[in-house]
């Protein structure tokens, strides 16, 4: 062959005992021979052309990433205001004339990657990998500022809190410094009745949820009574039709349980400051009435609405004792007061009537009455604070506003 002479290589041929090609992917066969002859395949079937791009993509398409917490707020309630020690061996320190918020956060850890391209079937140009999950025992001021981590009490459980629905409820007792809160929707490892100090130490499990009649328990609403040495709080059962639903008593450790109603469906219950009362509600079909009991669970009944004169009965959901203890907010129903049955004060404050929270997820739910107002927080929206005459109502903490970067 004339040494001159361009050549033009068509196939594959040996040279000096080495292969030796004309076109890159001819080298795939023999590189790959388990595959068989992928030039082929490629020149003739383009899906598989696809099927190499997205795997480029996906091991090789990410342009840059970002690190991002994604926060839910939970349950709330107020308590004394808290210095934690600043040394180890120190303790905190408490301040009863001042009121601070305890709350529960649940904050999911994820790196977003962004693609060169867009995802063939999604359509998404980044791709989001979680790096782990983590809730936290927290408190602010009342006007939402000095926002501090006490405590990482779960690292990682089984499952997260689902904030979908109302999953978690929280009661501080003042006078023993103790929180009790229930987690109904998670993973078992977590849910049931809990509690701890309020600087985060001693955390305890007292009531762990169990099959009953193949339905499992769900624990709600603790409350203490106001000396701390018992616990009131909602028994039922999930995915029953009707609901079912009891309210019970126990003590510190979850022991000595005893049942203060029957049901089938009584919720939400609310010790008065005095520890003489209990507030629930009972439900009656679809209709939800604010109820009455001794803290024995004698005397039970509807609290009277002389307002009503068809009915004659509150309804609503929630309850939460005014701190004097003479007056009950409860969603639907407003503010009455306890004596009279009278309504104070209807319905609640409405986003839709305050222009500047238009477009945010706010309401009076979940409340907590407290010296400064009612705080509420409501299936992971976040926590709010409406004044006790229900015309103002502040934003503390929105979670769908709390995605921060790292």
């Given at each position: 062959m004339n040494n001159n002479t361009e050549q033009t290589l068509t196939s594959p041929i040996r040279a000096n005992g080495?292969?030796?090609?004309?076109k890159p992917w001819e080298r795939w066969s023999c590189i790959l021979p388990k595959l068989g002859n992928m030039s082929f395949l490629l020149r003739t079937r383009p899906i598989f052309m696809a099927i190499l791009l997205m795997a480029a993509n996906h091991f090789c398409g990410i342009a840059h990433?970002?690190?991002?917490?994604?926060?839910?707020?939970?349950?709330?309630?107020?308590?004394?205001?808290?210095?934690?020690?600043?040394?180890?061996?120190?303790?905190?320190?408490?301040?009863?004339?001042e009121d601070e918020i305890y709350f529960l956060k649940q904050i999911t850890s994820f790196t977003r990657k962004k693609r060169v391209s867009k995802e063939l079937f999604s359509g998404r140009d980044y791709e989001d990998i979680g790096k782990g999950l983590s809730i936290y025992l927290c408190k602010m001021k009342a006007d939402g500022s000095d926002k501090i981590e006490i405590k990482e009490l779960w690292k990682n459980p089984a499952y997260p809190i689902d904030t979908q629905t109302q999953s978690t409820w929280m009661s501080v007792n003042t006078k023993t410094r103790m929180i009790a809160f229930s987690i109904t929707y998670a993973g078992s490892d977590i849910t049931g009745l809990w509690t701890l100090k309020l600087d985060g130490t001693g955390l305890?499990?007292?009531?762990?949820?169990?099959?009953?009649e193949e339905r499992k328990q769900a624990i709600n609403h603790p409350c203490w009574t106001p000396d701390g040495s018992h616990i009131v709080y909602e028994e039922g059962l999930r995915g029953t039709h009707p609901r079912r639903a009891r309210i019970a008593s126990c003590d510190t450790m979850g022991a000595s349980r005893i049942y203060l109603t029957a049901g089938p469906e009584d919720r939400q219950p609310n010790l008065s400051p005095d520890g003489k009362q209990i507030a629930y509600i009972h439900w009656e079909g679809w209709a939800s009435l604010l109820w009455i009991m001794k803290v024995d669970g004698s005397n039970a009944h509807p609290l009277p609405n002389p307002d009503d004169k068809r009915k004659g009965r509150h309804g609503g959901t929630y309850p939460a004792w005014s701190p004097e203890g003479r007056q009950i907010f409860a969603m639907s129903a407003g503010i009455v007061a306890v004596a009279s049955g009278k309504q104070i004060k209807y319905g609640k404050p409405m986003i839709q009537d305050i222009p500047e929270l238009q477009g945010k997820n706010a309401n009076v739910v979940m409340p907590h009455w407290g010296r400064a107002g009612l705080l509420c927080g409501g299936w992971g929206g976040g926590i709010q604070l409406a004044d006790e005459k229900l015309e103002k109502l502040w934003i503390l903490a929105t979670s769908d506003n709390e995605m921060a970067k790292k």
């Open positions: 080495i292969t030796i090609f004309s990433a970002q690190d991002f917490n994604n926060i839910e707020y939970l349950c709330c309630d107020w308590g004394p205001a808290m210095t934690l020690p600043a040394k180890t061996n120190e303790v905190a320190q408490f301040n009863d004339a305890k499990r007292i009531i762990e949820p169990r099959l009953v």
